[in-house]
């Protein structure tokens, strides 16, 4: 090992310890012990049972775990936020409770954050003035501090807290590691395919790392609600940016879930429910493109009855192929055909493997149950909750994006009906789903798509006779131009080579032992106690080859 690895294979070591304690603290000692992890650190296992936790005392399973990830810091309670936006793997109880783990840590002093700024753009400070060194918000991940630009703009500056990427990179090897241990040692969490979860909450932290690429997403929404008055989004300001600073259009407004106050400056609540509904169904069904996480603290009313976004690190896309497949999913569903929505399924790679047939009784009975009901007196709610219910049963899983996209739709029926008990979630999906299905069918797109193959066609065309040309000329000459490979020949060798073997031990078996047989019915030299000696050696010798042949079978365990 490298001089260089080993500070970074001592903290990983030691993070490793405190992450067993706290889950050892937490009452999953039994978890630790059927991964193996019981015999390393059973000294840990007493003074941890001495100091119970409440939680351990009173608390269910799902409030336990809720507990041990937000004491073990920012990655921890991140994979818990992720998995809370999995309602197709998680119980609705396990949601709620992981919906709970609060991001917010103690604030780091101004002064250790300003070099991440200096580093950034050394001639911050002539363009961002009367900058507020209390933040207005703390997260695992980054700051937020309010500052007002030189022109004279309210901004809102998101700084990212040093050394933060190294542990949470330091903890996803960890959890990574613990998650395969899990998922080779814990039958029941397998249909969770932890090593999968971990693979991409990975992919969502690194990306929220980087602010670079949030200011990029919010830039692609504000793109897509440029016509659509009644959704603000905060600009991004490019004069002082990087992968560790964003600045950005400050919001004040009024959180979106307070009815009482909203009521107060003459806000109709059932407004803001049909406005911020619209908004997240084109950004389903239309852009392809939405907010994963449109939580309360997220969404913020404009007077005199706007909503403004903010916080766009988790954001979900569908790209036209999958919004197409939507479509068809859609169809079937209207149409009653059970077969097309398994085809859906099957393409947005749902099932991978044949299901039972209790699953496609099931499927049949919630097509016909829903097919007939004018779409005003349903629940989305309900609907969705049922899907998810099923896809747990028969743990299937779904892809990240349409998991995210579940939960946005699930978290904007909980909103929405908050904000108007009597608004029809459902009836507001009609347009744009309908919008979504004519698109499908629309002919102008079928004549792109054909136009397109077409010179995809021709383009092949052109360069076939040329290709081809090449080919026959090599041909010609006794050459075979395209590339072979065979793999696995060492392998198959050392089988031939071992069936050999063991064919010739096996003849000389057999000759010793037809050779023995003879010299014991026609002695030949010395007898003892009546037994031909030389006989009775070939005998012995043909045995103890036939054990030896036997054993070397058995031990490779091929025949």
């Known amino acids: 090992m490298r001089l260089v690895q080993i500070p970074k294979a001592y903290r990983q070591l030691r993070r490793f310890r405190q992450i067993v304690q706290v889950l050892a603290r937490y009452g999953f000692w039994d978890v630790l012990a059927r991964m193996g992890l019981a015999g390393p650190y059973e000294r840990l296992r007493g003074p941890w049972r001495r100091r119970p936790t409440p939680e351990l005392v009173h608390g269910t399973t799902p409030q336990r775990v809720r507990a041990a990830l937000q004491e073990l810091g920012p990655t921890f309670i991140k994979l818990g936020q992720f998995l809370s936006l999995r309602p197709d793997l998680l119980p609705v109880e396990w949601v709620h409770e992981l919906e709970q783990l609060q991001d917010r840590v103690i604030p780091q002093p101004w002064a250790e954050l300003r070099p991440v700024l200096d580093q950034t753009h050394a001639e911050w400070p002539a363009w961002l003035v009367e900058l507020d060194p209390v933040p207005l918000g703390s997260a695992s991940i980054a700051q937020v501090h309010a500052a007002r630009t030189a022109d004279g703009r309210a901004v809102a500056v998101k700084v990212r807290r040093p050394h933060i990427e190294r542990l949470i990179r330091t903890d996803l090897d960890i959890l990574a590691f613990l998650a395969d241990l899990a998922d080779r040692h814990i039958e029941e969490l397998r ?189 989305m709610r309900m609907v969705l909750e049922e899907v998810l219910a099923h896809l747990r049963r028969y743990h299937l899983f779904l892809a990240t994006d349409l998991a995210l996209m579940f939960k946005a739709l699930l978290t904007l029926d909980s909103l929405a009906r908050k904000l108007d008990p009597d608004l029809q979630t459902a009836e507001i999906a009609r347009p744009f789903v309908q ?83 003879l010299l014991m019915v026609r002695p030949v030299g010395p007898v003892w106690y009546g037994i031909p000696v030389v006989g009775a050696i070939g005998w012995l010798a043909a045995l103890l080859m036939a054990l030896v042949l036997g054993f070397q079978a058995l031990r490779s365990g091929r025949w």
């Open 191 to 379: 249909p969770l395919r932890l090593p999968v979860l971990v693979a991409q909450a990975r992919q969502v932290l690194e990306r929220e790392l980087d602010l670079r690429i949030e200011a990029q997403q919010i830039e692609r929404f504000r793109r897509n609600f440029q016509d659509f008055p009644e959704i603000v989004v905060p600009a991004v300001d490019w004069t002082v940016h990087g992968d560790a600073v964003l600045v950005v259009e400050r919001i004040e407004g009024i959180r979106i879930d307070r009815v009482d106050e909203l009521i107060r400056h003459g806000v109709d609540p059932a407004h803001i429910a049909r406005v911020g509904a619209r908004a997240l169904l084109k950004q389903v069904f239309i852009d392809g493109f939405f907010h994963a996480d449109p939580h309360p603290g997220n969404l913020f009313v404009l007077l005199p009855g706007r909503i403004a976004v903010i916080d766009f690190g988790i954001m979900g896309t569908l790209d036209e192929t999958i919004r197409e497949v939507l479509a068809d999913i859609l169809i079937g569903v209207v149409r009653q055909d059970t077969r097309a929505v398994v085809r859906g399924l099957i393409r947005l790679g749902v099932i991978q493997k044949p299901p039972p047939p209790a699953f496609f009784q099931e499927l049949n009975d919630f097509i016909g149950r829903y097919s007939g009901i004018p779409i005003e007196r349903m629940s």
């Open 435 to 517: 919008q979504l299905v004519r698109r499908r069918y629309n002919p102008l797109r079928y004549g792109r798509r054909i136009v397109q193959q077409a010179e995809q066609v021709l383009s092949m065309t052109a360069s076939t006779p040329l290709e081809f040309e090449w080919f026959w000329q090599q041909f010609s000459r006794g050459q075979w131009p395209l590339p072979m490979e065979v793999r696995n020949l060492s392998s198959l060798e050392d089988s031939v080579q071992r069936g050999f073997h063991r064919m010739a031990w096996a003849m000389v078996i057999g000759s010793l032992l037809v050779a023995s047989a």
